[in-house]
C-alpha cells in the first residue's frame, strides 16, 4: 500500500507535484467556481499593481504642483481601488473555499466508495485506523491546498510576474538587479522542497500509525480495562504521539528553514534596489516618485516569492497527502467481477460443489488453508463441517462469499463457477450467521434491514419474531428504533446473535452458512432459535461450521476436516461409532457416556 524504502525517495524526486495532478478531474468538474476564483485572482492582482502607479503621480504632480484638488482625486482613487481589491477578494475567498470543501467531499466520498470495493487480501495487511487518518487528515490537507494554498500561490505567481513586468518598465537597470537574484532564490526552494516533502511524508506516516493505534485501543477499551491495561494503552499511544511530534517538528524545520532562506535573499536585494535608486535620485537621473513606484513594485514582487516560499512546503505537504490518497485510488481488488458475467440460474435451487479446491492465505502463501478440497451438497441438503481448530473450516465460507478465490479448482453454485458469475449475484445467493456479529451503530430495526436495504418495517418485525429477537427489542427503550451503539456494545452476546439470524432470515437466500449460531445463546434461547433455524433451514441448503457437536446432531451429513482435507464422512451416529475417530474423540471429549449414546439415539 506504500512504497518501499528504497524506490520511494527516487519517486518524490522525479514527481515533486505531481501526486496533485490527481486533484484536477474534481477541479474541472465545477469550472465555474474555478472560473470565479481566477477571475477574482486577476483583479485582485491586477488592482494591487495599478496602485504604485498612483502613489508616483501624485509624488511627481500632486506635491509639486501643490494642487490640493489633484492630491484629494488621487486619494479618492485610491479608496476606490481599494473597494475593490476588497471586493475582488471576498469573492476569491468565497469561491476557492467553497471549491476547497466540495472537492475535499469528493475526494472522500470517492477514496471511501473505492476502499469499500478493495478485498479481503487488502485488509489481511491495511490497518483500519491508517486508513481512517487517509480520510480525515490527509484529505483536510488537499482542502488547505485546494481551498487557500493554490489561490494564495496564484495570486503570489501573478503579483510576481506582474510586478517584475512593471519594474522593467519603470526601470530597466534597477530591475536586473532583482532578476538576476531570483534564480539564486527559486533554485534552492526546489531543491529544499523535496527534503520538505519527503520529511512531511514521514510527518504524515507517522500520525497515521498513531491514529490506527488509537482507533484499535479505543474499540477495544473494555479489554483494557478489564486487564487492567489502561497504562499500556497510554504509554503506547504517549509514544506514538511523541513521534508524530518529532516527524511534523522536523518537517516544520525545513520549512522554517526554507522560508528564512528566501525572504533573507529576497529583501537583501530589495535593499540592494533602494540603495542603487537613492544614487540615482540624488543624481537627478530618476524622480523620487518613479524610485517610490519601482520600490513598491520590488516589494510586491519580494512578498510574492517570500509568500511562494511557504506555499511550496504547504504543496509539497499536500503533495505527500494525495500520494497517500492516490495510493489507496490506485489499489486494484483483488476479487472482481468478469467482464461478461454467466447470468445464475432462476429460480435458484441452492447446490454447492467444490473441485479439488486449494487455497492459501495470502500472508501465509507457503501455508494453504484448503487442500484438494472436494464435496457436493444438493439443494435443500444440510451439511455440516466439523474438525479441530485450524483444519479449514472457516476458509470454506470465505471461499464461497468470493472473500478469496482458490488457487486451484473452482467453486460451483447452481452449476456456475463463482468467478464467472457477477460479484454481487454469487454473493446474493448466500446469508450468513457468523460467530462474531458485526453489530453498527444506529437502531434495532436498521441493523436488521442492513441484510436487505429498504426493507419494510413489517419485514424486519417479522424476521426479528422467527429469530426469537422481537421480545427483548420491543422491551428496549424505544423498541425497534433504539439506538444499540457502536459495535452494538448496549447488547448482551446472544441478542447480538439473534439480531444475525434476523438478518439471515430477513436476506431469504437459498444457501444459509451458519457459524456455530447459537454459541452465545443460553440454553432456552438456544432451544427457541435453534427451532426458529430448523424453520428456516427448510427448503434451504444449508452449510453449519461446528464447534459444537450437540448443534448438528440432525445434519443430512457430516464432513471431518483437518489439515485442509475432509478426512471423515457421514452421519453424527455413524461417524460417533467408528473406532479412534478423528469425530469419535471430539465427541468423547464433549459427551459423557450417557449424553454420547442419547445422542446418537437422538440422531438415529
Not at 565 to 572: A, K, M, N, R
Request: net charge neutral.
Amino acid at each position: 500500500m506504500t512504497d518501499t524504502p528504497s524506490d520511494a525517495p527516487q519517486k518524490r524526486k522525479r514527481q515533486p507535484l505531481r501526486p496533485l495532478a490527481r486533484m484536477w478531474p474534481y477541479l474541472r468538474q465545477y469550472k465555474g467556481l474555478v472560473t470565479g476564483a481566477c477571475i477574482a485572482l486577476v483583479v485582485a492582482a491586477a488592482t494591487t499593481l495599478s496602485l504604485p502607479t498612483a502613489v508616483r503621480r501624485m509624488i511627481d504632480h500632486g506635491f509639486s504642483d501643490s494642487d490640493g484638488q489633484l492630491i484629494n482625486n488621487y486619494f479618492s482613487m485610491l479608496v476606490v481601488l481599494a473597494a475593490l481589491l476588497a471586493a475582488a477578494s471576498a469573492a476569491r475567498y468565497y469561491f476557492v473555499i467553497t471549491l476547497g470543501e466540495r472537492v475535499v467531499s469528493d475526494v472522500r466520498r470517492d477514496v471511501f466508495a473505492h476502499v469499500m470495493t478493495l478485498s479481503s487480501s487488502f485488509f489481511d495487511n491495511a490497518m483500519s485506523g491508517e486508513i481512517v487518518s487517509r480520510l480525515t487528515a490527509d484529505t483536510t490537507q488537499i482542502k488547505s491546498v485546494v481551498g487557500a494554498t493554490a489561490s494564495v500561490a496564484l495570486r503570489n505567481i501573478i503579483l510576481c510576474f506582474g510586478a517584475l513586468a512593471m519594474m522593467v518598465y519603470t526601470s530597466p537597470s534597477l530591475s536586473g538587479i532583482v532578476i538576476a537574484a531570483i534564480p539564486i532564490i527559486v533554485l534552492p526552494m526546489v531543491a529544499f522542497g523535496r527534503k520538505v516533502r519527503a520529511r512531511s511524508r514521514n510527518a504524515q506516516d507517522t500520525l497515521a500509525d498513531a491514529t490506527a493505534y488509537a482507533s484499535e485501543a479505543i474499540g477495544s477499551v473494555r479489554s483494557f480495562q478489564a486487564f487492567t491495561n489502561e497504562n499500556l494503552a497510554t504509554s503506547r499511544f504517549a509514544r506514538a504521539v511523541e513521534l508524530a511530534f518529532e516527524a511534523a517538528r522536523t518537517s516544520a524545520k525545513a520549512r522554517a528553514g526554507l522560508t528564512a532562506f528566501a525572504i533573507f535573499l529576497i529583501f537583501s536585494s530589495v535593499v540592494a534596489v533602494l540603495w542603487f535608486g537613492a544614487q540615482k535620485v540624488l543624481t537627478g537621473s530618476m524622480s523620487a516618485g518613479t524610485l517610490g513606484q519601482f520600490l513598491l513594485y520590488a516589494v510586491f514582487a519580494a512578498g510574492a516569492l517570500g509568500a511562494l516560499s511557504e506555499v511550496w512546503g504547504e504543496l509539497q505537504l499536500a503533495a505527500g497527502a494525495a500520494e497517500r490518497l492516490s495510493e489507496l485510488l490506485d489499489e486494484e481488488p483483488a476479487i472482481l467481477s468478469p467482464a461478461n458475467p454467466v447470468a445464475l440460474p432462476e429460480p435458484a435451487e441452492g447446490a454447492v460443489t467444490l473441485e479439488n479446491v486449494s487455497f492459501a492465505y495470502p500472508t501465509r502463501p507457503d501455508d494453504r488453508a484448503v487442500k484438494n478440497l472436494s464435496f457436493s451438497i444438493r439443494p435443500g441438503e444440510t451439511v455440516a463441517v466439523a474438525g479441530p481448530s485450524g483444519a479449514g473450516k472457516s476458509t470454506i465460507f470465505a471461499l464461497l462469499l468470493r472473500q478469496y478465490d482458490p488457487s486451484e479448482g473452482r467453486i460451483l453454485i447452481d452449476g456456475v463457477d463463482l468467478r464467472d458469475a457477477a460479484l454481487d449475484a454469487a454473493r446474493g445467493r448466500f446469508a450468513i450467521v457468523p460467530q462474531d456479529v458485526a453489530i453498527f451503530s444506529g437502531t434495532a430495526a436498521d441493523n436488521i434491514a442492513f441484510a436487505r436495504p429498504g426493507a419494510t418495517r413489517e419485514a424486519v418485525i417479522e424476521a426479528a419474531k422467527a429469530a426469537q429477537a422481537h421480545d427483548f427489542i420491543e422491551a428496549l427503550p424505544n423498541g425497534y428504533d433504539t439506538e444499540v451503539g457502536e459495535r452494538g456494545v448496549t447488547l448482551s452476546g446472544g441478542q447480538r446473535q439473534r439480531i444475525a439470524i434476523a438478518r439471515a432470515i430477513l436476506r431469504d437466500a437459498p444457501v444459509l452458512l451458519l457459524d456455530e449460531a447459537t454459541s452465545a445463546l443460553d440454553a432456552e434461547s438456544e432451544k427457541l432459535v435453534q427451532k426458529a433455524l430448523e424453520r428456516l433451514m427448510v427448503g434451504r441448503t444449508t452449510i453449519v461450521i461446528a464447534h459444537r457437536l450437540a448443534t448438528i446432531l440432525k445434519a443430512d451429513r457430516i464432513l471431518v476436516m483437518q489439515d485442509g482435507h475432509i478426512v471423515e464422512e457421514g452421519t453424527h451416529a455413524s461417524l460417533a461409532r467408528r473406532t479412534n475417530g478423528i469425530y469419535s474423540r471430539l465427541a468423547k471429549l464433549q459427551f459423557d457416556t450417557g449424553h454420547d449414546e442419547t445422542a446418537v439415539g437422538a440422531a438415529e
